[in-house]
């Protein structure tokens, strides 16, 4: 009689320890989808506000089917680009706009001296960060139509234009930042700052 009480002892201790373990696994296993549901959701909002910004050059217009330098900076991103720093050099020298462009690029060194181009009068320049981009939209540092009094300047300003580099630091909607040199893959850094831009 003894040995059958403590036989079904053992076995409702067994039964409850079972149930005990399974109870654990059970909210292990819940907490792990609810981990993997939370990380998958972060991740379609990260993916539905990316940001990804491109450079862009070319020498026409086919809107207005002109002769037309141009420069830009284009958000191919899902997500808008926070542009908080970008920076242009040619043949690695910093170019801080248009005029410091023209100037390094395409003026003789007499005219130099004399401080005189001729010159690109009709040379449109955008506006510098810090700015926001939204998807397909792009930033314009300069464009400029050719015409029959600058034929020289804008020929040399057409050649100049493959030796124009940039890097940009940019963060997206969530403040994921990155930083790119329009060759690589971006870089995520933790924030923009001046001191990064340049890097």
């Not at 792009?138 to 400029?144: G, N, Q, R, V, Y």
């Amino acid at each position: 009689m003894t040995e059958k009480k403590g036989k079904r002892r053992l076995d409702k201790d067994t039964l409850n320890l079972v149930i005990a373990v399974s109870a654990v696994l059970i909210s292990a296993a819940s907490f792990y989808a609810a981990y993997v549901q939370s990380e998958a959701a972060q991740k379609q909002v990260q993916a539905e506000t990316w940001p990804y910004l491109q450079i862009s050059h070319g020498n026409y217009d086919e809107e207005r089917r002109l002769r037309n330098v141009y420069f830009r900076i284009i958000n191919s991103g899902v997500g808008p680009a926070k542009v908080k720093t970008v920076n242009l050099r040619y043949k690695g020298e910093p170019v801080g706009g248009f005029g410091q462009l023209y100037r390094l690029c395409c003026m003789s060194e007499e005219e130099k001296v004399l401080d005189k181009a001729r010159g690109i009068s009709n040379a449109i320049t955008g506006n510098p960060p810090p700015l926001i981009l939204v998807p397909n939209e792009d930033l314009l540092f300069f464009s400029a139509i050719e015409n029959e009094e600058n034929k020289e300047a804008w020929s040399r300003l057409d050649k100049a234009r493959f030796q124009i580099t940039a890097d940009a630091c940019y963060c997206s909607l969530l403040d994921e930042c990155f930083q790119t040199n329009f060759v690589n893959d971006p870089v995520s850094v933790k924030a923009c700052t001046p001191e990064r831009a340049g890097e």
